[in-house]
T-cell receptor
């Protein structure tokens, strides 16, 4: 069964508004979660590493003021796309490990399809 | 920068055949590799992993081979079924430094299984 739950699965918003995406670890605690972005027929690109109780670490080229990440508890990380624009339309996927780096792979949520009109 | 890439973007096979999906990686510091399957509209699903101290690992109908000499990874699927049709990604775990624990994904291969 799923170990990472993501909500919502789909969202349509108007340009200029903000959208929040939730990522929850089920039955395990995740001090670190990873947020990826995927365009159609493309690979997954890491956006940021979400750290419980501290600031997220963003990959080069990802605007931290645009993509706000909050990891307020050991089971929940949120990604907020602020002032969304059509070019932000994409598939956003979060992930977490159930164990340590070298004894468990990343498990992914089922993604959130964001469409900005 | 260093990246993981795939040789074949698409692969079509007949049901019952064996499939081989290849992946080249360039980061010699990577020490953990994972294959994922992604179906349309869903997140990647873990298939099998392998650490750099191994060269082969088998699962149910799947085998991963790692050749560190040429930095090559492959996924073999035995008796491929229509339900195996999906996009397959290899991913490498960056070892050490600020990249610790992060996964870098390859380009992806679309596998189509014809009945």
């Amino acid at each position: 069964g799923a170990v990472v739950s993501q909500h919502p699965s789909r969202v349509i918003c108007k340009s200029g508004t903000s959208v929040k995406i939730e990522c929850r670890s089920l039955d395990f605690q995740a001090t670190t979660m990873f947020w990826y972005r995927q365009f159609p027929k493309k690979s997954l690109m890491l956006m940021a590493t979400s750290n419980e109780g501290s600031k997220a670490t963003y990959e080069q080229g990802v605007e931290k003021d645009k993509f706000l990440i909050n990891h307020a508890s050991l089971t929940l990380s949120t990604l907020t796309v602020t002032s969304a624009h059509p070019e932000d339309s994409s598939f956003y996927i979060c992930s977490a490990r159930t164990g340590g780096v070298y004894n468990s792979p990343l498990h992914f949520g089922n993604g959130t399809r964001l469409t900005v009109t | 920068g260093e990246s993981v890439g795939l040789h074949l973007p698409t692969l079509s096979v007949q049901e019952g055949d064996n499939s081989i999906i290849n992946c080249a990686y360039s980061n010699s510091a990577s020490d953990y590799f994972i294959w994922y399957k992604q179906e349309s509209g869903k997140g990647p699903q873990f298939i099998i992993d392998i650490r750099s101290n191994m060269d082969k690992r088998q699962g149910q109908r799947v085998t991963v081979l790692l050749n560190k000499t040429v930095k090559h990874l492959s996924l073999q699927i035995a008796a491929t079924q229509p339900g195996d049709s999906a996009v397959y990604f290899c991913a490498e775990n960056n070892a050490g430094g600020t990249s610790y624990g992060k996964l870098t994904f390859g380009q992806g291969t679309i596998l189509t299984v014809h009945p």
